[in-house]
């Protein structure tokens, strides 16, 4: 049986290498089935996943839950960003020039699965002698090290759409699965964190304070993040030989490797692409790091209420897998994230400052539920969207800085797009920090015990940082240059370039 599966896989991807080659002679970029896009988004389950832990529970888990003190936690994660400022492109750069029988990118999606999973499940469930220091170097070492396995997975894992999808549109449809599913994952595991891992009990009134449930929640997450992986991992391994042939190997030299990583980054569309990525998780992260703040002490919603926000949301998420991919082809990718960027900028701070002018109903009313619900609901659908188009708008780099310096980076500049995607929790985490102490949020609250002056300073806070690094986060995007024409000549240019070296190799052969 297993030699079976085999044969129909390699069966399968002579087809798709069949025609991948119709397409390319005919000057059409190869077209990929649908059950590809879905092997491709599935994987994102893992960093979705990984990712929801460490935005919305990390935080109030060692902080509220065992007692470290805010700043610490938010130092901590911060750190870890740190370092993985190294890595990752490290990482990328070392998937771009690996050469083996799996491909380029699989081998280090294949070796990530275990330690992730590992890993991930000791975070929540450290060792019950701890002090608040212990704790604090137990998280920072746990965070390194579950952060070098996930960008061992992502990194490798995000790349290969350049090799599926090489069309303007396409490319953006194959990203919407990617964040379909990390939305996915991250929604699926916080439903269950909140509705059953730690919901309100007669034990634990404030279910997020239950250090037993986190303990069962990791262990959750961790399995869901291995059987993604590989799942993932083996439904995209037949593929490897429809890809674009890989240059030969070359010896490593640092100070090459360092001149070709600062071509590949130092110019304008990388530049303003990543620094807008980087504002925005940033904003993101910091919002998400103390939703479940604002969620529990602010609106005095209960662990139910909180899961059906968050079924809300998988609607949102099913609609951004349509919604995000014929904006941008209606719209133009850039032109769609501006208009996107504007919509959310106004969404965001809207209910807190709402409650703040006393406009909205009081707690515990059902009104303000479904407004609240419906405000979750958009805010999801703009974020999975935005997210969708600028990881395709960042894609499209790899083209651009391929026609220009002659190598294929997709693995070094997904790394870039990777670490931003950690930096939501990093600096979502260090920030909220920051923020909590600001407004002096006190530790281990119960609900209603915070003061009323204390959640006032909170919601006129937050909303400001995040406005503030929103807009930045758009002002870089109306500066990204490459549009679908551009694009389109970049491709041009590569294959022109690549014929001619298959005809030059010809002749001396």
């Given at each position: 049986?297993?030699?079976?599966?085999?044969?129909?896989?390699?069966?399968?991807?002579?087809?798709?290498?069949?025609?991948?080659?119709?397409?390319?002679?005919?000057?059409?970029?190869?077209?990929?089935?649908?059950?590809?896009?879905?092997?491709?988004?599935?994987?994102?389950?893992?960093?979705?996943?990984?990712?929801?832990?460490?935005?919305?529970?990390?935080?109030?888990?060692?902080?509220?839950?065992?007692?470290?003190?805010?700043?610490?936690?938010?130092?901590?994660?911060?750190?870890?960003?740190?370092?993985?400022?190294?890595?990752?492109?490290?990482?990328?750069?070392?998937?771009?020039?690996?050469?083996?029988?799996?491909?380029?990118?699989?081998?280090?999606?294949?070796?990530?699965?275990?330690?992730?999973?590992?890993?991930?499940?000791?975070?929540?469930?450290?060792?019950?002698?701890?002090?608040?220091?212990?704790?604090?170097?137990?998280?920072?070492?746990?965070?390194?090290?579950?952060?070098?396995?996930?960008?061992?997975?992502?990194?490798?894992?995000?790349?290969?759409?350049?090799?599926?999808?090489?069309?303007?549109?396409?490319?953006?449809?194959?990203?919407?699965?990617?964040?379909?599913?990390?939305?996915?994952?991250?929604?699926?595991?916080?439903?269950?964190?909140?509705?059953?891992?730690?919901?309100?009990?007669?034990?634990?009134?404030?279910?997020?304070?239950?250090?037993?449930?986190?303990?069962?929640?990791?262990?959750?997450?961790?399995?869901?993040?291995?059987?993604?992986?590989?799942?993932?991992?083996?439904?995209?391994?037949?593929?490897?030989?429809?890809?674009?042939?890989?240059?030969?190997?070359?010896?490593?030299?640092?100070?090459?490797?360092?001149?070709?990583?600062?071509?590949?980054?130092?110019?304008?569309?990388?530049?303003?692409?990543?620094?807008?990525?980087?504002?925005?998780?940033?904003?993101?992260?910091?919002?998400?790091?103390?939703?479940?703040?604002?969620?529990?002490?602010?609106?005095?919603?209960?662990?139910?209420?909180?899961?059906?926000?968050?079924?809300?949301?998988?609607?949102?998420?099913?609609?951004?897998?349509?919604?995000?991919?014929?904006?941008?082809?209606?719209?133009?990718?850039?032109?769609?994230?501006?208009?996107?960027?504007?919509?959310?900028?106004?969404?965001?701070?809207?209910?807190?400052?709402?409650?703040?002018?006393?406009?909205?109903?009081?707690?515990?009313?059902?009104?303000?539920?479904?407004?609240?619900?419906?405000?979750?609901?958009?805010?999801?659908?703009l974020a999975v969207c935005l997210g969708t188009i600028g990881s395709s708008l960042l894609a499209d780099v790899?083209?651009?800085?391929?026609?220009?310096?002659?190598?294929?980076?997709?693995?070094?500049?997904?790394?870039?797009?990777?670490?931003?995607?950690?930096?939501?929790?990093?600096?979502?985490?260090?920030?909220?920090?920051?923020?909590?102490?600001?407004?002096?949020?006190?530790?281990?609250?119960?609900?209603?015990?915070?003061?009323?002056?204390?959640?006032?300073?909170?919601?006129?806070?937050?909303?400001?940082?995040?406005?503030?690094?929103?807009?930045?986060?758009?002002?870089?995007?109306?500066?990204?240059?490459?549009?679908?024409?551009?694009?389109?000549?970049?491709?041009?240019?590569?294959?022109?370039?690549?014929?001619?070296?298959?005809?030059?190799?010809?002749?001396?052969?």
């Amino acid at each position: 049986m297993p030699s079976e599966g085999m044969d129909m896989a390699s069966a399968a991807a002579d087809r798709e290498g069949a025609q991948a080659r119709a397409d390319a002679g005919s000057g059409q970029p190869a077209k990929r089935p649908w059950r590809v896009k879905f092997f491709y988004g599935l994987g994102s389950i893992a960093f979705g996943v990984k990712d929801n832990g460490f935005t919305y529970l990390l935080m109030i888990f060692y902080n509220q839950a065992l007692g470290v003190p805010a700043a610490a936690v938010g130092l901590a994660i911060m750190v870890a960003l740190l370092v993985d400022a190294i890595a990752d492109p490290l990482i990328g750069t070392w998937s771009d020039n690996v050469r083996s029988r799996l491909g380029r990118r699989h081998p280090f999606m294949y070796a990530a699965a275990l330690p992730i999973a590992v890993s991930y499940f000791f975070l929540w469930n450290p060792p019950s002698d701890y002090d608040a220091q212990e704790l604090f170097w137990y998280l920072l070492i746990l965070s390194i090290l579950i952060r070098l396995c996930i960008s061992m997975y992502e990194i490798p894992s995000s790349a290969l759409v350049v090799d599926l999808a090489e069309s303007y549109d396409d490319r953006t449809e194959f990203l919407s699965y990617r964040w379909f599913f990390g939305w996915i994952g991250g929604l699926t595991i916080s439903i269950l964190g909140f509705s059953v891992f730690l919901r309100s009990t007669p034990e634990h009134p404030t279910g997020t304070l239950n250090i037993e449930g986190y303990s069962l929640y990791g262990l959750t997450a961790s399995l869901m993040m291995f059987a993604a992986i590989l799942i993932s991992s083996y439904g995209t391994q037949h593929l490897v030989r429809t890809f674009r042939p890989v240059p030969e190997r070359r010896p490593f030299i640092f100070a090459r490797s360092a001149r070709e990583t600062m071509e590949t980054i130092v110019n304008r569309p990388f530049l303003t692409i990543a620094g807008a990525t980087l504002f925005s998780y940033a904003a993101t992260g910091i919002a998400a790091a103390v939703l479940t703040y604002f969620r529990v002490y602010f609106w005095e919603l209960t662990g139910d209420q909180i899961s059906l926000l968050l079924v809300g949301n998988f609607a949102a998420v099913f609609m951004a897998l349509f919604v995000a991919p014929r904006f941008a082809t209606r719209m133009g990718k850039k032109r769609a994230q501006i208009m996107l960027w504007i919509a959310f900028i106004i969404a965001s701070p809207a209910m807190y400052w709402s409650r703040l002018m006393g406009w909205l109903p009081a707690n515990g009313t059902e009104l303000l539920y479904w407004l609240l619900f419906t405000s979750s609901f958009i805010n999801t659908l703009l974020a999975v969207c935005l997210g969708t188009i600028g990881s395709s708008l960042l894609a499209d780099v790899v083209e651009h800085s391929a026609a220009r310096t002659g190598r294929h980076s997709a693995g070094l500049i997904f790394a870039t797009n990777a670490f931003m995607l950690k930096a939501t929790s990093g600096i979502g985490a260090f920030g909220a920090g920051i923020i909590l102490a600001f407004v002096e949020f006190p530790e281990n609250a119960k609900v209603g015990d915070v003061s009323q002056q204390v959640l006032v300073n909170f919601a006129w806070t937050e909303p400001a940082v995040i406005m503030a690094l929103q807009l930045c986060a758009l002002g870089l995007i109306i500066a990204y240059p490459i549009t679908k024409a551009m694009h389109e000549a970049n491709l041009r240019t590569l294959a022109e370039r690549s014929k001619a070296s298959e005809n030059s190799a010809a002749l001396g052969g």
